[in-house]
């Protein structure tokens, strides 16, 4: 962080925990997609796993709009149904009230869908600790694409010799060095059910309070 002047911040799974996200996904959206078209848990679920990774990575993956039109019910209901398990990961929250008192431009940077977005910071109100939020779908490109970074990099002039980036997946990571973004950073524990990743590709910290 001595040589930071922005420091860009992934959402979930660097600030949020990913649980509330794994439960939705992985619970929560199977066990409806099950009920709404009369399968067993079981085959819905493979089912629908094999429609995540027939896009995965793409801008579509992330869009809500996407999946209650492609799967016929309400996705985002459903997070609003389970809002209350949306939380901050383990000194996460500490971390930005540091950094937010501090001469560094803090950028909260994802590919989450805005409305996701706004729940999530109606929630729990951490746009206060931010200088700018930026989803990817405002660019019509999600952080995997070289074009968002040049977008981004259009609107908030950032210097990427000077960028700190911190996200938790390792494509997105791979994006922004190549487009020139010189200190990335891998969170390794971003599902607090889950256990630690691998890491041996970027300087990793299983939590951004290791940042300071």
């Known amino acids: 962080m001595q040589h930071c002047e922005t420091l860009m911040l992934d959402m979930d799974g660097t600030i949020l925990d ?11 959206v199977v066990g409806r997609y099950a009920s709404h078209n009369g399968l ?11 429609k995540y990774l027939s896009i995965q990575g793409d801008l579509e ?16 209901a459903l997070h609003h149904e389970v809002h209350d398990r ?8 500490a971390f930005l009230e540091t950094v937010r008192a501090t ?3 803090v950028l909260l940077v994802t590919n989450s ?14 746009s206060e600790y931010f200088d700018g939020i930026h989803s990817s779908h405002t660019y019509g490109h999600a952080k995997e694409d070289q074009e968002f970074w040049r977008l981004l990099q259009e609107a ?3 210097d990427p010799e000077t960028t ?32 630690v990743r691998e890491n041996g590709e970027f300087a990793g910290v299983e939590g951004v309070r290791e940042l300071l």
């Open 18 to 28: 990913l649980a509330f996200d794994t439960y939705v996904w992985k619970e929560l």
């Open 40 to 50: 067993e848990y079981q085959v819905a679920r493979e089912r629908l796993y094999a």
């Open 61 to 76: 993956w992330y869009c809500l709009d996407h999946w209650s039109e492609r799967l016929g019910f309400d996705v985002l």
């Open 86 to 93: 949306i939380e901050y990961l383990p000194g996460a929250q």
């Open 103 to 105: 001469d560094v431009k």
């Open 113 to 126: 869908h805005p409305d996701t977005l706004k729940l999530k910071e109606e929630t729990l109100g951490f």
């Open 156 to 158: 908030e002039g950032f």
């Open 164 to 195: 700190v980036f911190v996200d938790d997946t390792v494509p997105v990571l791979r994006s922004a060095t190549e487009y020139g973004i010189r200190m990335p950073v891998v969170v390794t524990l971003p599902d607090t059910t889950e256990p």
